[in-house]
């Protein structure tokens, strides 16, 4: 059985359909690049997959747990221990330097650990901006802190909604190396919605959405 | 070890938000200001109110139980009980003058001055110096400054009227004589009809039932119209009392309710980020609680504070006098402090927490 099973999801906002009925597996360790024109449902899917959005009907499956399924706590459970995520925007703290906006998810999930956090900021190239507070970094800088944030508690999988899209080419490719990097090093899976070409061509696989259906479904080279 | 981590977060969250916080702060102080200025006030009035009710009297009667007169020194005993405030004896009998039956009242002429009575001509100041109730002034044709004389079982003895009192009792058909002429006249030899007290209005059942079992071979009773009177002001002072604290708190709890809600949304990414990175709704909830408490611990001090020093100022220029504030009001503000902010958080952040994350960070 595959890492993630999508299995027949659907998703309504009132008689509106944004997801209609998604199915698709992924194993363990693959960068799945989800891509559509905007209004095809890849952000909802990418929630809905994440568990930080509920399905109307359909179940996800990650590493046998029906995420889906699981009672409030422990789908905060799962969120700690098996995810990783990375938004659009930031959604940094705005009040915790970027030492600790990581070491927040370290509390989160076990304990606070400044060495490790602080490592994993050098690891994204921010050794010199650990004490920086979100508005003091670039929008790539804060990129990275979140990359960093999502990837501190070792999750099994990570999912970015546009991570690049409010950044320009230049920073977009310094964050797509770093997730290249990262990747190759920690071979967990990554799910990333984009509508950027350029960055459809960084995965290993790439789901295209229309309308709330898979289009196309192809491995890329 | 996670309780560090904690307390480092909340601190950060507060120090580093410090208008905000300090926003928080101060909304809940002047709610809780007002409150506490409010309680402190009426609180020194129920007190500046018991006062100016003395002149209502007395308002517990005891007697003997056994229908014998009382010895003098139950006046040193009911005054030692707590919460007597003032305590008289007196005495009665029916004395003769001019071939009439009279009522006679043998009672102390300082307290009966202090309560405000009014009479026609002087009070009584020597020894064998009477008032006469103004009844008695055309029944008997008296007037002020004459000689009349009162027996009792044979025994006679002049006195001198010096004037007539009028309080619309049962005092303006009796002689009233000072409790040593009366104890002489009646032959009492300095035993008492009974003993007048005067308990503190609000608690006056308590006293009443403490005396009775502090004191031998008494009966007390409380004296309806004096104490129905008093209850009835104090009662509605108390009910306003509620009633505005009670709109106060309301008109508190939703102003800051709605400040707390737009600083919940203001901050509802936090909430969101925090729900992704796996955090359970009670861990969010504790947090927020915790901010809350100390917000509302920090503005329920700083209200009393300045509820205090506005009610000084009040009572000052209203009422010439501020009198002691109780401890109660400092901890009346507190808690009312904690519980505001407490309360005012508790739904926007509840209806937050009930969202998916994705929801929230979205921000629908």
């Not at chain 1, 449902?41 to 929630?47: H, P």
């Not at chain 1, 920690?186 to 898979?214: A, M, Y």
């Not at chain 2, 409010?38 to 129920?46: D, E, H, K, N, P």
């Not at chain 2, 203001?266 to 915790?290: C, N, P, V, W």
């Amino acid at each position: 059985m595959s890492y993630l099973v999508i299995d027949n999801v659907e998703k309504y906002y009132g008689l509106t359909a944004a997801l209609r009925g998604l199915s698709a597996e992924v194993p363990k360790g693959q960068w799945v690049n989800i891509t559509g024109p905007s209004g095809s449902g890849k952000s909802t899917l990418l929630n809905i997959i994440g568990g930080l959005d509920s399905p109307s009907s359909g179940e996800v499956i990650i590493d046998s747990l029906k995420i889906h399924s699981l009672p409030e706590d422990e789908l905060a459970v799962f969120r700690r221990e098996k995810a990783g995520y990375i938004f659009q925007q930031s959604y940094l703290i705005p009040y915790l330097n970027a030492l600790e906006n990581v070491m927040l998810a370290q509390y989160f999930h076990s304990m606070a650990d400044r060495k490790e956090a602080e490592e994993a900021l050098k690891k994204v190239g921010l050794g010199q901006r650990l004490f920086h507070r979100p508005s003091q970094l670039s929008g790539g800088e804060q990129q990275r802190v979140c990359i960093a944030r999502a990837l501190i508690n070792n999750p099994e999988v990570l999912f970015a909604d546009e991570p690049t899209g409010n950044l320009d080419r230049d920073n977009t490719k310094v964050i797509l190396d770093l997730l290249r990097e990262l990747h190759s090093e920690e071979q967990f899976t990554i799910l990333l919605v984009t509508h950027d070409p350029f960055v459809t061509n960084w995965g290993q696989r790439i789901l295209s959405l229309e309308d709330g259906r898979i289009k196309k479904d192809e491995l890329h080279a | 070890m996670k309780q560090k981590w904690f307390i480092f977060f909340l601190s950060r969250s507060l120090s580093e938000r410090k208008g905000r916080v300090f926003l928080s702060i101060l909304s809940v102080a002047l709610a809780v200001s007002v409150i506490a200025c409010f309680i402190s006030i009426t609180a020194g009035l129920q007190e500046k109110l018991g006062a100016e009710l003395k002149p209502y009297g007395a308002n517990l009667i005891i007697s003997s139980s056994k229908g014998e007169y009382l010895d003098a020194d139950v006046i040193r005993k009911v005054t030692g009980i707590q919460g007597v405030e003032d305590a008289s004896g007196q005495t009665y009998s029916i004395v003769e003058i001019q071939g009439h039956a009279v009522e006679a009242v043998g009672l102390d002429f300082e307290r009966l001055k202090a309560g405000g009575s009014r009479i026609e001509g002087k009070w009584p100041s020597k020894k064998y110096e009477i008032l006469t109730g103004i009844n008695l002034k055309n029944a008997l044709k008296i007037k002020a400054g004459e000689e009349i004389i009162l027996s009792k079982e044979g025994h006679e003895q002049k006195y001198l009227i010096s004037g007539f009192i009028e309080k619309g009792g049962s005092e303006d058909s009796s002689m009233l004589l000072s409790l040593e002429d009366s104890q002489e006249l009646f032959g009492l030899n300095g035993k008492l009809s009974a003993v007048l007290a005067r308990g503190n209005s609000l608690r006056l059942e308590e006293i009443r039932k403490r005396i009775a079992s502090e004191l031998q071979d008494v009966s007390v009773k409380t004296i309806k119209q004096v104490a129905s009177a008093e209850m009835s002001l104090l009662t509605k002072m108390q009910s306003l009392i509620l009633m505005v604290t009670a709109v106060l708190l309301f008109a508190a709890v939703i102003s800051i309710g709605s400040t707390t809600g737009a600083t919940v949304i203001e901050r509802r990414q936090e909430i969101g980020i925090m729900k992704a990175l796996g955090a359970t709704s009670k861990e969010i909830d504790h947090f927020y609680k915790a901010e809350a408490l100390i917000t509302g611990f920090a503005g329920g001090i700083a209200g009393f504070i300045v509820g205090y020093l506005i009610a000084h100022l009040v009572s000052r220029s209203a009422f010439g006098t501020f009198g002691q504030v109780p401890w109660y009001v400092f901890f009346i503000s507190l808690s009312l402090g904690v519980l505001i902010s407490i309360v005012a958080g508790y739904f926007p952040v509840r209806s937050m927490l009930r969202l998916n994350p994705a929801v929230i960070l979205r921000g629908d």
